[in-house]
């Protein structure tokens, strides 16, 4: 079974601090992806990675970067936390490339910023 | 663009109810169509999916059919369990050049009462 691993359950920031969410996949999927999700707003794609050191933005980037030097690791980055991306932040991965695979899942890190 | 609606939450049934959680989608091209299923506590995971019109999914008592003609993958189930209380989001994946483009609806939230 796929496993997708997210570093931090729950975090608590400060206005301003740079935070940085890791996610690792231990099987061989080229497609990565940072989801927000907000009460009745679904997931919001932030960016995405379709390969080693490629990414992609998504629906809503601003405010957050991203890392991917290796396959099984993407990093989520927030250079400068403010108390609207306090929010779930879901990492996931895809098998497939024919625009029929699913997506697998982190559990999620919930973050809040003060 | 691409774009899935779903009906607004929240869901309340009785156990052994019946449950129809409509899903419509607008897409270009010939979408996969999926509904993820996010219980309490936990990342989304892949609950059923059809690949092309006419198909049916099905998983755990859950069915959906891909209906091109009405642009529809409504998510049913016979009777409900107290254990399928969850968030359920209708997704479509669509093959761009190089990567896979999975938009969600925003989500309906399912309460099952005893």
């Known amino acids: 079974d796929v496993k997708v691993t997210q570093s931090s359950r729950y975090l608590v920031k400060r206005t301003g601090e740079k935070v940085f969410l890791e996610c690792v996949q231990d099987m061989d999927h080229e497609n990565m992806f940072w989801y927000r999700q907000d009460p009745g707003l679904g997931l919001r794609l932030i960016y995405f990675?379709?390969?080693?050191?490629?990414?992609e933005k998504g629906d809503i980037p601003e405010g957050y970067s991203v890392s991917r030097e290796k396959k099984e690791r993407f990093s989520l980055i927030l250079e400068s936390a403010s108390t609207n991306q306090t929010s779930m932040y879901l990492c996931?991965?895809?098998?497939?490339?024919?625009?029929?695979?699913?997506?697998?899942f982190g559990e999620g890190s919930r973050l809040t910023v003060l | 663009g691409n774009s899935v609606t779903q009906m607004e939450g929240p869901v309340t049934l009785s156990e052994e109810a019946f449950l129809t959680i409509n899903c419509t989608y607008t897409?270009?091209?010939?979408?996969?169509l999926f509904w993820y299923v996010q219980y309490p506590g936990e990342g989304l995971q892949l609950l059923l999916k059809?690949?092309?019109?006419?198909d049916k999914g099905s998983n755990k008592g859950f069915e959906a059919t891909y209906r091109k003609e009405t642009t529809s993958f409504h998510l049913e189930k016979g009777s409900v369990q107290v254990s399928d209380s969850a968030v359920y989001f209708c997704a479509l994946s669509e093959r761009q050049t190089s990567y896979d483009k999975v938009i969600f609806g925003p989500g309906t939230s399912l309460s099952v009462i005893p």
């Open positions: 990675s379709y390969d080693v050191k490629m990414k």
């Open positions: 059809a690949t092309k019109a006419d």
């Open positions: 996931a991965t895809l098998r497939g490339g024919s625009g029929t695979g699913e997506l697998f």
């Open positions: 897409a270009t091209g010939y979408p996969s």
